[in-house]
């Protein structure tokens, strides 16, 4: 089955023939950090090793480099430090280009010894760039292939794990059709740390498209596209009502309702409004 995947805003992205969600370039990128290593650094002859790994550890003197980035992919260049010094004065009024043939590029960000010092923390949604916040706003969003006008949205938030905890930056999606919450979905929220968490919600993101384009979307098939069942709001709101002598329901009676007012679909709303949401499970 023949599945595209289409964006309903943000950088339409390039995949794998034989995998809609496994996504392997794309043609505009961002260049949200720039910086040299250079032999003396602490961690360089770590950060250097995938260099030596492939046989483009050649520049004695170190490297210039160049961390690019997309809604859901990464490459990092490596290129000499007089090619990145010029870039970075030609690149004042941010116009400047470059010239990747004189380096070479690797697909992602790397990590691990060295580079996790080296690297700081950089979120899609940056307040500098005019967003909310730091680590705060949608990142891309999808067209439900089944449902008209539902979206799989990629958002980062700010959230707790649990309610006791501090709040933290995180990524994650929301399925407008089926309003299922990650965070009772084992594994699709995770800590925003990076380009790489925002790839792994956006892969989830487009799984989930997979999924309903396959199975549609439903209760009980295969579908990971899966409405919460009323049913449950109604008894909590008749539990409530008859121990709290209420005579009204204490909750959304059904479960668009309550992903509108208490669930991701009332974050949604005020990131696009431009408001900055309440932290997640206070």
Same mark, same amino acid.
């Given at each position: ?18 995998? *809609? ?20 650094? *602490? ?11 492939? %046989? ?11 961390? $690019? ?14 090619? &990145? ?17 004189? %380096? ?57 794990? $649990?309610?006791?905890?501090? *709040? ?83 909750? *959304? ?14 974050? &949604? ?14």
């Amino acid at each position: 089955m023949s599945i595209t995947i289409e964006n309903t805003y943000g950088t339409a992205h390039n995949v794998s023939p034989n995998n *809609p969600t496994h996504v392997t370039s794309c043609d505009r990128y961002r260049l949200p950090l720039v910086g040299t290593i250079a032999p003396g650094n *602490p961690g360089y002859e770590d950060m250097v090793e995938i260099l030596k790994e492939n %046989g483009h550890d050649t520049r004695p003197e170190g490297y210039g480099l160049i961390f $690019l980035e997309s809604e859901e992919f990464s490459a990092t260049y490596f290129g000499s430090i007089e090619q &990145i010094e010029q870039y970075k004065r030609e690149n004042v009024d941010g116009t400047a280009t470059f010239d990747a043939s004189q %380096g070479v590029m690797y697909a992602q960000w790397p990590h691990g010894k060295g580079w996790d010092d080296f690297l700081p923390r950089i979120f899609w949604n940056m307040k500098a760039r005019g967003a909310i916040e730091d680590g705060v706003g949608l990142v891309t969003a999808f067209a439900h292939p089944v449902t008209p006008g539902a979206e799989v949205i990629v958002y980062e938030f700010e959230g707790r794990w $649990l309610p006791d905890q501090d *709040p933290i930056h995180m990524v994650t999606y929301h399925c407008t059709a089926c309003h299922l919450d990650t965070f009772h979905n084992g594994g699709h929220v995770h800590e925003n740390t990076g380009p790489h968490d925002r790839r792994w919600a956006a892969r989830q993101a487009r799984q989930h498209i997979v999924s309903a384009a396959k199975h549609g979307v439903n209760r009980d098939g295969q579908s990971s596209c899966r409405p919460a069942d009323p049913a449950m709001l109604r008894t909590v709101n008749a539990v409530a009502k008859d121990k709290l002598g209420l005579s009204h329901n204490p909750l *959304p009676n059904t479960d668009d309702a309550y992903c509108a007012t208490k669930g991701p679909c009332s974050i &949604i709303r005020e990131l696009r409004a431009g408001v900055r949401p309440a932290v997640y499970r206070t």
